[in-house]
């Protein structure tokens, strides 16, 4: 199965949006780009694992750098709570964990 960036982007977007409620416009731009980059590191890791270029310790190591990479970005954000970032985080990963999952062939998410 290959990623398609198309719906991961979509889904995680959506589930951060539900969790960011009333801060989504002050979060939009940095969680579409955050997504996007996620998105990018999810087809990446697809290609190296089909390649055998890739370890799933290396991989797992990719994507906890991604989330944060994230959340720092998230917490600059003026009135932004540790525990909201993180559960944004979380609800925009699980949209997509099984697709990521069942794509790279491990449990990455």
Do not use: C
Request: aromatic share 8%; charged share 25%; proline share 1%.
């Amino acid at each position: 199965m290959s990623i398609n960036a198309n719906e991961v982007v979509t889904q995680m977007l959506k589930a951060a949006k539900q969790v960011f409620a009333e801060k989504w416009p002050e979060t939009q731009r940095y969680a579409e780009s955050e997504i996007t980059l996620f998105t990018e590191r999810f087809i990446d890791i697809e290609k190296l694992r089909m390649s055998g270029e890739i370890t799933e310790a290396r991989a797992k190591s990719h994507i906890e750098f991604q989330k944060q990479s994230w959340q720092t970005v998230l917490l600059a954000i003026q009135g932004m709570s540790l525990l909201l970032v993180e559960e944004a985080i979380t609800a925009a990963l699980n949209a997509v964990k099984d697709m990521i999952n069942t794509a790279v062939g491990f449990a990455l998410l």
